[in-house]
């Protein structure tokens, strides 16, 4: 199926590993052009080089730190001279992993303004150029800690849900345009960061890192955790074309793990 991304512009941020930057693999092997973007330079060059050499598209890149203001605006000052965005992807590192009394103030403005306030920021200022295109594509991933919260992360837990009110008022004001706004909801996906608890998990209960991983993944229906790439060929379908009757929607891509109906 050819998703009709080429020669689309599309933003990824937090993306220079992970699931972010499985994501912009994906949709720049469509043939979009891509621009991605976190904290370091390093890893960006290296990231984008990487995806350019295996895809053939266009990889840009732009260090910015979702947590500040200014970051944000100059990395949206970036897409606009790179042509502006017809496709935002917002994803984000994780807050500090804590049980609800280990956390401080601080702690929480950090992460509304590492979770929401950087969706915000970003949306208001692309969101424009695709409204004035008439096609345009926002996809936020989160976590399914919004359907079902996760013990030990109550920060994602609790301030994650404001991305799924997010996505349901954009989706509805953005709809006339053909801006259509969605969220992916990934289960325990196997990236550097899991791979590194698994490995913390395997040393504190003297089991391997495999029995970690299995442990971890108990729950899980199909038996295993995600490849970062699972989570980004939705990601990538959203973002397309071909996604063009889906809008408001909240997809769990989580192997299962999450019962409800609702
Ligand atoms: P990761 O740690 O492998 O990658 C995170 C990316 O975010 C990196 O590119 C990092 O440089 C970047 N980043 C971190 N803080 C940043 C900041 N302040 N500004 C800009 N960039 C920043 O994480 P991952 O496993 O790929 O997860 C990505 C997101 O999905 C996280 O928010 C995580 O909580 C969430 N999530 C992950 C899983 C999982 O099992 N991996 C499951 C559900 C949700």
Redesign the pocket.
Known sequence: MDLGLRGKLALV??????????CAEALAREGARVII????EG?LRRAAREISAATGSEVLWKA?????RA?VESLADFVGEAGGADVFVF?????RPARFFETSEEDWYHAFE??LM?AVRLTRRLAPTMIERGWGRIVY?????IRQPIPD?AL?NVVRISLAGLVKTLALELAPHNVLVNGV??????????RQLAEARAQREEITVEEAIRRMTSGVPVGR??S?EEVAWVVAFLASERASYVTGAMIPVDGGRILSVF
């Open positions: 941020t937090a993306s220079s590993r992970g699931i972010g930057r499985a973007s976190s904290r370091d890893a910015a730190d979702l947590t500040s970051d994803n984000t590192g994780g807050p590492l979770l950087s991933v989160t976590s399914v800690a992360i994602s909801m990934p289960g325990i996906t196997l990236t550097d960061r899991v955790a995600a970062p």
